[in-house]
């Protein structure tokens, strides 16, 4: 059974820091690449940070420079570290590989003061 299971969010103040993890477990970690995506309230579900199966990355424009996506595959874990964060950075963050259908239940992260 493929599973996604996102942690680490929660509350930061602007200009703060967080690092997500996303446990992949029911496929061959390796082979895939993998995606971070978010859903602001009333938004539809971007897609923030990609990694290929051969670690290339890339960012959507508005978190180029604040968030570093990156992976373990001994350990079948995606990150996602958030730097410089800004209150429109507030969302459920969600790892995904884009090419299956399985979603995690995403973890929430609230940027306000």
């Known amino acids: 059974q493929v599973q996604f299971v996102e942690s680490g969010g929660g509350l930061v103040q602007p200009g703060g820091s967080l690092r997500l993890s996303c446990a992949a477990s029911?496929?061959?970690?390796?082979?895939?690449?993998m995606g971070w995506y978010r859903q602001a309230p009333g938004k539809q579900r971007e897609l923030v940070a990609a990694?290929?199966?051969?670690?290339?990355?890339n960012y959507e424009d508005s978190v180029k420079g604040r968030f570093t996506i990156s992976r373990d595959n001994a350990k079948k874990l995606v990150y996602l570290q958030m730097n410089s964060l800004k209150p429109e950075d507030t969302a459920v963050y969600y790892c995904k590989a884009p090419s299956l259908a399985y979603w995690g239940q995403g973890t929430q992260v609230t940027v306000s003061s």
């Open positions: 029911g496929i061959i970690f390796s082979r895939y690449g």
């Open positions: 990694i290929t199966s051969g670690g290339s990355t």
